[in-house]
């Protein structure tokens, strides 16, 4: 079985510029949430989404945005980058969820997509 | 918000060697689970383990809630264990909160 998929690997962009990434869930997940790890630190909440509607967001701009389409996958959006937007940006699906960014069964990463802001 | 730390923040062994390491938690948690995140980044669930004793091969975990911690066993050690481990919790509905993690590197 596929596990999760994170689309693309790495990214270059420049400030000002918008960004896109996207993700598949394991198959049956239908949780997905965002996770930005910048060097050095533990992954950050970003948001969850749950059946399609949000559950919970982190402490992030609105520069930031996410949704979840009907075959569970994901799309985290990032406007107006600026340098500290640079991070590996992890997506993680589940069976289940108890809102808000809590889960009640094992949280399974993608690999990740690098984003370098310059 | 719950406060987690982990112990010790490095650590350097010799292959073979047994380690355990710590997370501390400021409340009463829901969920906690262990990772294991390889130097090219890939995150890896080791345990889901809100209370008490699991085996997977050479890792054990071992979680005492009402103690508010958890420890995880590395037995005969090998260079792939390499990375950092980490631990993250939910207590309530707050959101799922990871230590800043512990760093293993194993020595051939």
């Known amino acids: 079985d596929a596990g999760v998929t994170q689309s693309p690997t790495h990214l270059i962009k420049t400030r000002g510029q918008q960004v896109t990434l996207r993700c598949s869930p394991i198959?049956?997940?239908?949780?997905v949430s965002w996770y930005q790890q910048v060097l050095g630190q533990g992954p950050q909440f970003i948001f969850q989404y749950y059946e399609k509607e949000e559950r919970g967001r982190g402490n992030f701009p609105d520069r930031f945005s996410a949704r979840q389409f009907p075959n569970y996958s994901s799309e985290l959006n990032v406007n107006a980058l600026l340098l500290g937007d640079s991070a590996l940006y992890l997506c993680?699906?589940?069976?289940?969820?108890?809102?808000?960014?809590?889960?009640?069964?094992?949280?399974?990463f993608g690999n990740g997509t690098r984003l370098t802001v310059t | 918000g719950i406060q987690v730390e982990q112990s010790p923040p490095d650590l350097i062994l010799q292959e073979g060697a047994n380690s355990t390491l710590r997370c501390n938690f400021s409340d009463s948690v829901n969920n906690l689970q262990w990772f294991h995140q390889n130097p090219w980044g890939q995150l890896i669930n080791l345990f889901y383990?809100?209370?008490g004793t699991k085996q997977n091969g050479r890792l054990s975990a071992t979680t005492v809630a009402t103690e508010r911690y958890s420890l995880l066993y590395i037995s005969s050690s090998q260079t792939t264990d390499s990375g950092v481990y980490f631990c993250a919790v939910t207590s309530g509905y707050s959101t799922l909160t990871f230590g800043k993690g512990t760093m293993l590197l194993v020595s051939p």
């Open positions: 198959s049956g997940h239908k949780s």
């Open positions: 993680a699906s589940s069976l289940a969820s108890t809102g808000g960014g809590s889960y009640n069964s094992p949280l399974h």
């Open positions: 383990i809100p209370s």
